[in-house]
C-alpha cells in the first residue's frame, strides 16, 4: 500500500535539501508543496506538482488522501522539518491519514540552521515554537519559566500575536534579566541572511521579518 511521505525542504537554501528528499520528490506521482518549496526541485518531477496555499490546504490533503489510496506515490513537502512546526501534525491532525499511512522523510529546519550559525549546542536548549494560531497562556507561562531557569530558548515567533518585539515585552513583565543575550536569525541560509545581536530590553525596539528564529542565549561566551 502506498504511503503520504512528507518531506522536510531545510530552511529555504537548495543546498540544504537532503539527498534522500530529492530521491523521494523524483519518485513521486503528485507532488504538493509551497511555491517556494517546489522551486527547489525544479526539473525533478516525474508527476504532476500543485501549489500548497493556506487556503487549499484541507483541499489538497483531501485529494492526497484519494491518491494514497489509489496506491500513487503523493510527497507533501514542508518547510524545514516536518516534525518541528511543520505539517506532520497538521496531517495528524485531519484525520485522514492513519499514522501507518505516513512516511516522514526528515529536513533540517531553522532551528538547526541558526544553532548552528550560533555554535550552540543545543540538546540543552528548551525549543519552542508559537507558529500556529492564537497563542495561549500557558505557552507563555513555559516560556518564562524557561528563561527564569536560566535555559537556553531557540524558539519560532509568531509574526501576528507574539513577534519577537511582544515576546521581549512580556519577558520583561514577569521578571526577566533585561541584559540576557538575544539573537534573531532572519531569512537563514538565504542570500538576505541576517543575524542580530542584542538583548531583551533591546529586542523591544526592533522589528523582524517573518522568517525569523529568536534565540535567548542565557551565557554569551
Known sequence: ????????????????????????????????????????????????????????????????????????????????????????????????????????????????????????SWDTARLFTFHEGKVSDDQKSKLSSAVQCNHTILLLPNQRNFTPKDIAIFLLKTGADPKTPVYVCENITLENEKITKTTIEGTVDLSFGSLCVMIIKQTDN
Do not use: W
Open 1 to 120: 500500500m502506498a504511503k503520504l511521505d512528507i518531506v522536510g525542504v531545510g530552511p529555504g537554501l537548495a543546498d540544504y535539501v537532503t539527498p534522500a528528499a530529492r530521491k523521494t520528490v523524483q519518485q513521486a506521482d503528485l507532488v504538493i508543496g509551497a511555491q517556494r518549496s517546489l522551486a527547489l526541485f525544479l526539473g525533478e518531477f516525474r508527476g504532476e506538482q500543485i501549489v500548497l496555499t493556506a487556503k487549499n490546504l484541507q483541499e489538497l490533503l483531501k485529494k492526497a488522501a484519494q491518491a494514497v489510496k489509489a496506491d500513487k506515490r503523493v510527497v507533501l513537502l514542508s518547510t524545514g522539518d516536518p516534525g518541528f512546526s511543520g505539517l506532520l501534525h497538521t496531517v495528524l491532525e485531519s484525520g485522514l491519514f492513519s499514522v501507518d499511512s505516513i512516511q516522514v522523510v526528515p529536513g533540517i529546519s531553522s532551528i538547526q540552521a541558526c544553532a548552528a550559525r550560533l555554535n550552540i
